[in-house]
């Protein structure tokens, strides 16, 4: 025997199944036919329905908080000259230090951006460069040592010369033909025109000299002249005697004799005197003997 379920009259076999009614829920009010409808009112619950009631706030806007009260401010003791000046130093000596690692930094920087290059055959050049101006600076080194040795060896073989006899030098201020009269300041030379007196005044004397030798004259070609030079002694005096007789004659004269009678240009104020006016070689040296009182 076969049961087969029963159809809804009007409803086909491949409609689906129509669910069971719903059991009323006794929690829930049932709705009153009888009252009007008004949308968006939900009915009372009875009170035995109603359970506890929970208050849904909104949710609070964000909202900062209050800033916090403002401190006052505490007062600030007076600093004095020394903290001041301390205080600047130190921040001179921090503004440094920032200034120097931030040069440091930047040639790091510097330096990474663009390295150094390679040596080439440039630096093959200078090196070579480099050795010949020390070559050269050695070589002058050697030929000013040599010069001043000489010049050192020159001035320990120059020595004082010491004369035979004084040397006497005065200025002369008239020139008379003839003989000097008995009793005259002069002295009796001999001139182109024959005997000459010379009337003289008072001079200087000299006992030593630095130095004096025969050489080749400056102003003639072919000429010999004597160079004499004077002590420090007696430079100052001669220099006196030369100013205050420039344009006129100086008699040397070397015991009683007339040696040789120069006539004065200029001032010579470093004692160096040069005897021009001879020939050759051989009366140079003949009147550099007579000036040594040497026979």
Not at 228 to 247: C, E, W, Y
Request: overall charge positive; proline content about 14%; aromatic content about 2%.
């Amino acid at each position: 025997m076969r049961v087969n379920p029963r159809r809804s009259r009007g409803r086909r076999r491949d409609d689906p199944p129509v669910p069971a009614p719903t059991p009323p829920n006794p929690a829930r009010p049932a709705v009153d036919a009888t009252q009007p409808y008004h949308p968006g009112r939900v009915p009372a619950r009875p009170p035995e329905a109603r359970g506890p009631v929970t208050a849904v706030l909104p949710p609070a806007p964000n909202v900062p908080p209050p800033p916090p009260p403002p401190v006052p401010p505490q007062p600030v003791a007076p600093r004095s000259a020394a903290e001041i000046t301390a205080a600047r130093r130190r921040a001179q000596v921090a503004e440094r230090r920032r200034a120097a690692q931030e040069a440091k930094r930047s040639r790091a920087a510097r330096r990474q951006q663009h390295p150094y290059p390679a040596p080439t055959v440039k630096a093959a050049d200078q090196h070579r460069s480099a050795l010949l101006v020390m070559v050269l600076t050695l070589g002058l080194l050697i030929a000013a040592v040599v010069v001043t040795g000489g010049m050192i060896a020159s001035s320990m073989r120059t020595r004082p010369v010491t004369l035979a006899s004084p040397l006497q030098i005065y200025p002369v201020t008239q020139v008379i033909p003839g003989q000097c009269p008995v009793g005259t300041q002069g002295i009796t030379g001999r001139s182109a025109a024959g005997p000459t007196c010379y009337r003289l005044v008072q001079g200087i004397v000299i006992y030593k000299v630095a130095d004096m030798r025969v050489q080749k004259s400056r102003a003639r070609s072919g000429g010999y002249d004597v160079a004499v030079t004077l002590r420090p002694v007696d430079r100052d005096a001669f220099a006196k005697l030369t100013r205050n007789t420039i344009g006129r004659d100086l008699a040397f004269v070397v015991r009683g004799r007339l040696i040789i009678l120069p006539r004065v240009d200029m001032a010579i104020l470093d004692g160096k005197i040069a005897l021009t006016g001879n020939p050759d070689k051989a009366s140079a040296n003949k009147l550099a003997r007579e000036l040594k009182g040497r026979r």
